[in-house]
């Protein structure tokens, strides 16, 4: 990263700040970075969990196939969903709260007697499969978020911090060679005043 700066204290002073800045934020960073990757392990299991949960229930009721085409298509839906935001390292992150079926009117006396079994089953589906979206999205929430802090920290660690010593290094020998150069001109000026009166 090239910075463009002027050699004098000011410069020196500005620089020094905005280095102060990046370094204390540094490990504000790196820690946000690491709760978020945690979470984002959490979150992705418990995801599998959910994705297992309704891949064994669906084993579970695979010899009654034949009895699901009985079922129209929108018998049982999700009517409403409440979600509250839960906010992880600085990040928020959907939570499902609760939620409320809707069934759509069924004739008790034309159907038979497993049929409230299989909406029970229908509603056990469609709540694994809402709880399983919710964590996924989630999870691509906190990876998204991720991604910039890390960025961020290899911005930081990689790039701008060494930018700005080697800015303030290079300011400081320029400063203490001027200084230099200006005692050794005025021991020059010193011994040419005491010749001068001397003579």
Sequence with gaps: MALNFKYNKSALYELGEQLKVREKALPTLKSKESALRSEIKRTRQIALDY?????????????????????????????????????????KIPVLENFEFELREISQYHKPDWFLDGIHILKEFTELSLRQKVTQEATRILEQARKKTTQKVNLYEKVQIPAFEEAIRKIKRFLEDEENLSKAAQKILKRRNEEIVAS
């Excluded at 049982?76 to 979600?83: E, L, M």
């Design 51 to 91: 994705e297992a949960k309704l891949q064994k229930r669906l084993e579970e009721v695979k010899n009654l196939a034949r009895l699901w085409v009985e079922f129209e298509d929108g018998l049982v839906s999700i009517k409403t969903a409440t979600y509250k935001d839960k906010t992880i390292a600085g990040v």
